[in-house]
């Protein structure tokens, strides 16, 4: 059964807010955490690559709105708090960047 657009985007939102969350609370040490991190992240590259191959397609501007979309929502659901926002964003933009080096 195939996502729905929706449904893709609720389970990004939820995936990038869990890793969010686990980075604030974490209780082991930086080099720990980033460690499990890109253990995470192998694990789930082939769920990701679908979303990456759309966001290297995505012109800038286009990326852009998807994300005050996504974080509006987030705001609007209380899984973001306002001063939360920029320091979303600015990783958000970092990713589209990297994803534009590497798959584009």
Do not use: C, H, N
């Not at 040490?29 to 397609?57: C, F, N, P, V």
């Not at 509006?72 to 589209?96: I, N």
Request: hydrophobic share 40%; net charge negative; aromatic share 4%.
């Amino acid at each position: 059964m195939e996502m729905s657009e929706e449904q893709k985007e609720m389970a990004a939102r939820a995936m990038i807010l869990g890793v969010i969350v686990g980075l604030m609370i974490a209780p082991q040490s930086g080099e720990a955490t980033r460690k499990q991190l890109r253990y995470k992240i192998e694990k789930m590259k082939d769920k990701l690559r679908e979303k990456i191959m759309e966001i290297s397609m995505m012109d800038k501007e286009g990326y852009m709105e998807k994300v005050d979309e996504f974080l509006q929502g987030a705001l609007e659901e209380g899984e973001l708090e306002a001063d939360e926002v920029p320091v979303v964003k600015d990783g958000l933009m970092e990713l589209y960047d990297k994803i534009q080096e590497e798959w584009a």
